[in-house]
């Protein structure tokens, strides 16, 4: 094997060819068994991939070279061990779990609707910069205003999402509600939040309030699961009401 050209230092001060061959020899049987197909040169380069760089010895001037390739080790010291356990094809690793996902973080895409009509599902004439129509923002510029026509009417906006299991989710908004309707006790225009088919709650034309109010609900009970979050507002056949949303969070913890 004296033609693949390593030299291999067995014991202190011992250095060349006759003392290294039979090493050599040892470790380029290994290779070969692995690699039945493999030329002589194969064998170089795998051996020279798996040599062990080794710089001279500081006490031994005989020695010449760089830390690479020197008088001394040539291109290193095989390693017979690595040579054919990383020449050899490998189990691929387990693939590493997922892990438990991050429970934490916001989950709604345009939550304050400042990137204007989209993510969410909405219909015509909710999503917008109402400002100068007497129903502004919570924050930024844009918001999303449901109803306020007084005529029967019909508005919806929704976006689905997904609650990682093992996390809790709260669902918080900013809610304004004005309306013409001067009852203190008959529910005449209603807003529902829904999470898929269950109603989670309903407020009304009795929930009318200067500004905004924070509202929060806890949807941990929807762990696991990706679900649909819809509002729906609907307006009876006279006095508007208006139900505006802005500022919309769904947080996971
Ligand atoms: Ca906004
Ligand atoms: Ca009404």
């Known amino acids: 094997m004296a033609h693949l050209g390593y030299h291999v230092l067995l014991g202190s001060g011992t250095n060349g060819t006759s003392m290294a061959s039979p090493h050599l020899a040892g470790v380029a049987a290994l290779l070969a068994s692995v690699y039945p197909t493999a030329t002589p040169a194969d064998l170089r380069?795998?051996?020279?991939?798996?040599?062990?760089?080794?710089?001279c010895p500081t006490s031994d001037t005989r020695c010449t070279g760089t830390t690479a390739k020197n008088s001394f080790y040539s291109e290193g010291r095989v390693d017979a061990y690595e040579a054919v356990s990383t020449s050899s094809p490998s189990p691929s690793p387990p693939a590493s779990p997922t892990g438990s996902p991050t429970c934490s973080g916001q989950q709604f895409?345009?939550?304050?609707?400042?990137?204007?009509?989209?993510?969410?599902?909405a219909s015509s004439g909710v999503i917008g910069q109402w400002g100068?129509?007497?129903?502004?923002?919570?924050?930024?510029?844009?918001?999303?205003?449901?109803?306020?026509?007084?005529?029967?009417?019909?508005?919806t906006l929704s976006q689905s999402v997904t609650i990682p299991a093992g996390c809790k989710a709260t669902l918080t908004c900013y809610l304004h509600i004005d309306t013409a309707e001067t009852t203190s006790s008959t529910q005449y225009d209603k807003l529902t939040l829904a999470v898929g088919s269950t109603t989670l709650a309903t407020l009304s034309n009795l929930n009318k309030a200067s500004g905004y109010t924070l509202r929060s609900y806890d949807l941990s009970s929807y762990t696991g699961q990706t679900v649909t979050i819809k509002f729906t507002g609907v307006e009876d056949g006279s006095l508007q009401t208006s139900f505006v949303l802005d500022d919309t969070s769904l947080t996971l913890s």
Request: glycine share 16%; charged share 20%; hydrophobic share 30%.
């Open 45 to 55: 380069a795998k051996l020279a991939a798996q040599a062990d760089d080794l710089a």
């Open 109 to 121: 895409g345009n939550p304050g609707f400042e990137s204007g009509n989209t993510v969410w599902t």
């Open 132 to 155: 100068s129509s007497g129903e502004p923002a919570h924050g930024g510029t844009w918001d999303a205003w449901l109803d306020g026509y007084g005529s029967t009417r019909t508005d």
